[in-house]
């Protein structure tokens, strides 16, 4: 088995996963994926699409594809999407290739970022206390994989980036 080379960032829409990824493999040196945009290159549309024209089975599909690929890499800083704890098997294979940090974000902050926004399929039809209801959901899953918790609110990107470096 490989080392676990790989820092994997887990939590809910809107709590900053891809740009504090980017900062992050900025700042240790690593390689940057974003699981949501390998799928948009590979599928040639806008995860908004894949939904609207294929319906979420055909995206998880894609994701857990795209999952394996990441967690195939060593020494990268992978940004996955907000449901990818849904499966077992993506967090499995991302548990053996990096460490897990969940990007905890309050509710407020949540909401703020991402009500209404177009781009996210899950999102964007979705009134506040429905988003509040997947989120309370899924917030046992993330819970059960971080190997560590980094609280957002209030902190920018690069104080965010510095703290999970303290913690690795
Ligand atoms: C999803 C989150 C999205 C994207 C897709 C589904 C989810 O990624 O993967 O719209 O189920 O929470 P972000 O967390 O980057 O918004």
Not at 39 to 52: A, L
Not at 71 to 97: C, F, Q, Y
Not at 111 to 128: T, Y
Request: hydrophobic content about 40%; overall charge neutral.
């Amino acid at each position: 088995m490989k080392n676990k080379t790989n820092i994997v960032l887990i939590g809910f829409m809107g709590s900053g996963k891809t740009s504090i990824g980017k900062m992050l493999a900025e700042k240790l040196g690593k390689r940057f994926l974003d699981t949501d945009e390998l799928i948009r290159q590979e599928c040639g549309m806008e995860i908004s699409e894949i939904f609207h024209k294929f319906g979420e089975e055909y995206f998880r599909n894609k994701e857990k594809e795209t999952v394996e690929r990441a967690a195939a890499r060593e020494g990268t800083v992978i940004a996955t999407g907000g449901g990818v704890v849904l499966n077992p098997e993506n967090m499995e294979k991302l548990r053996r290739s990096g460490i897990i940090v969940w990007l905890r974000a309050s509710e407020e902050e949540i909401l703020q970022r991402i009500s209404g926004d177009a781009s996210r399929p899950l999102a964007s039809n979705k009134s506040e206390s429905e988003i509040l209801e997947i989120y309370s959901k899924r917030l046992n899953l993330y819970a059960t994989y971080a190997d560590i918790i980094i609280e957002t609110s209030g902190k920018d990107k690069e104080a965010i980036a510095i703290e999970i470096i303290k913690h690795l």
